[in-house]
């Protein structure tokens, strides 16, 4: 979607029961967002958790050792000045008491002194190529000589490399502080999950748009370890909601206690003054005891019913998560 992001709120705390994220009257509102945000002009609404990277490991084993032998291998990586792709093919003769350990400390030696290499070479009997911190993902090994083995992906001992996101530090990059001032809150080192909420700017015209249609969006950063974050984006949370056609209002009743039976998912209210016909639960709505959350499939009481668990959660405070139909 070609949209452009004209509001940006970062989110370092969540308010309990989900309210940083509501619906009424046919309106959106997102907490440091300027609004309105119409229900009618809802486009979608994407969360993109972050991710930690990881850095990739290869193995390669010289499996045939030979005396006055060549070998060969190709390291293809990015370079860390350029950022250009650099395939870089590395031989070397073995002498006349050839051994792994020889052969290995051979390449070790080339990969390390290799100016702008973001790949460190380690082992003795094995060329362990590990890639640097800030370019996890970002080299290849390679080799038509049957006397290697390479070992890579996750097998042999080997690591499949990941590119990591949603640290403060890489959204701060993507969000420039000038442009979007909140980005300063960020916390260069924490994980946020980042909510983009996209929409026709009905209210507005399309004034905050370069495109005739109006089309716009607006980003809000959680940190994903702030208290209450499942309020927002868990399983019932009113952002996931959101996202998925429903308007949510969550209810944390004081003093009346939830349980859930084991087999049979069979959910008990107890003590205080909450009822689901006083909460006005539905079958389709949640329930979350602490972490533990399940769907309410059926209402027989006020005070008894039947949810998605079915393993024992004893009785705690709990949220109701109500999920309603949007509407527009």
């Given at each position: 979607?070609?949209?452009k992001?004209?509001?940006?709120?970062?989110?370092d705390?969540?308010?309990?029961n989900g309210t940083?994220?509501s619906?009424s009257?046919g309106?959106?509102?997102l907490?440091?967002?300027?609004?309105?945000i119409l229900?009618s002009?809802?486009?979608?609404?994407?969360?993109k958790?972050?991710?930690t990277a990881?850095?990739?490991?290869?193995?390669v084993?010289?499996?045939?050792?030979?005396n006055?032998?060549v070998y060969?291998?190709?390291l293809?990586?990015?370079d860390?000045k350029?950022g250009?792709?650099v395939a870089?093919?590395?031989?070397?003769?073995s002498?006349?008491s050839?051994s792994a350990?020889?052969i290995?400390n051979?390449?070790?030696s080339?990969i390390?002194s290799?100016p702008?290499?973001?790949?460190?070479?380690?082992?003795?009997?094995?060329l362990i190529?590990?890639?640097?911190?800030?370019?996890?993902?970002s080299?290849?090994?390679?080799?038509s000589?049957?006397?290697?083995?390479?070992a890579t992906?996750?097998?042999?001992?080997s690591?499949a490399g990941?590119?990591g996101?949603?640290?403060?530090?890489q959204?701060a990059?993507?969000?420039?502080?000038?442009?979007y001032p909140a980005i300063?809150?960020?916390?260069a080192a924490s994980?946020?999950?980042?909510?983009?909420v996209?929409?026709?700017?009905?209210a507005?015209?399309?004034?905050?748009s370069?495109m005739?249609?109006g089309?716009?969006s607006?980003v809000m950063?959680v940190?994903?370890s702030?208290?209450?974050?499942a309020?927002l984006?868990?399983?019932?949370g009113?952002v996931t909601?959101?996202?998925a056609?429903?308007?949510?209002?969550i209810?944390?009743?004081?003093?009346?206690?939830?349980?859930?039976?084991?087999t049979?998912g069979?959910?008990?209210?107890a003590g205080?003054?909450?009822?689901?016909?006083s909460?006005?639960?539905?079958?389709g709505?949640?329930?979350a005891?602490?972490?533990?959350?399940?769907?309410?499939t059926?209402?027989t009481?006020?005070a008894?019913?039947?949810?998605?668990?079915v393993?024992?959660?004893a009785?705690?405070?709990?949220?109701?998560?109500a999920?309603?139909n949007?509407?527009f």
């Amino acid at each position: 979607m070609n949209s452009k992001v004209i509001d940006l709120a970062v989110l370092d705390t969540v308010t309990a029961n989900g309210t940083d994220c509501s619906v009424s009257g046919g309106i959106v509102t997102l907490k440091d967002i300027d609004g309105p945000i119409l229900t009618s002009g809802l486009i979608s609404v994407e969360t993109k958790t972050a991710v930690t990277a990881v850095a990739k490991v290869d193995i390669v084993t010289p499996s045939t050792v030979s005396n006055n032998a060549v070998y060969s291998l190709t390291l293809t990586y990015t370079d860390s000045k350029t950022g250009l792709s650099v395939a870089k093919p590395m031989t070397y003769t073995s002498d006349a008491s050839a051994s792994a350990t020889e052969i290995c400390n051979a390449f070790r030696s080339y990969i390390n002194s290799t100016p702008n290499c973001p790949v460190t070479a380690s082992g003795t009997t094995t060329l362990i190529l590990t890639a640097d911190s800030g370019y996890p993902n970002s080299f290849v090994t390679s080799t038509s000589d049957s006397k290697f083995t390479i070992a890579t992906g996750g097998s042999g001992g080997s690591t499949a490399g990941v590119v990591g996101y949603g640290l403060g530090s890489q959204l701060a990059a993507k969000y420039p502080e000038a442009e979007y001032p909140a980005i300063a809150n960020l916390v260069a080192a924490s994980a946020y999950t980042e909510v983009i909420v996209t929409y026709q700017d009905l209210a507005g015209q399309g004034e905050n748009s370069t495109m005739s249609n109006g089309i716009v969006s607006a980003v809000m950063l959680v940190k994903e370890s702030a208290t209450n974050f499942a309020d927002l984006l868990g399983t019932y949370g009113t952002v996931t909601g959101l996202r998925a056609g429903y308007a949510v209002t969550i209810t944390a009743p004081a003093t009346t206690t939830c349980e859930v039976t084991v087999t049979t998912g069979a959910l008990t209210l107890a003590g205080g003054s909450a009822t689901f016909a006083s909460l006005g639960a539905q079958s389709g709505d949640y329930i979350a005891i602490g972490s533990d959350v399940t769907k309410i499939t059926g209402i027989t009481g006020a005070a008894a019913g039947f949810g998605t668990k079915v393993t024992a959660t004893a009785a705690a405070t709990f949220k109701l998560a109500a999920w309603r139909n949007l509407g527009f």
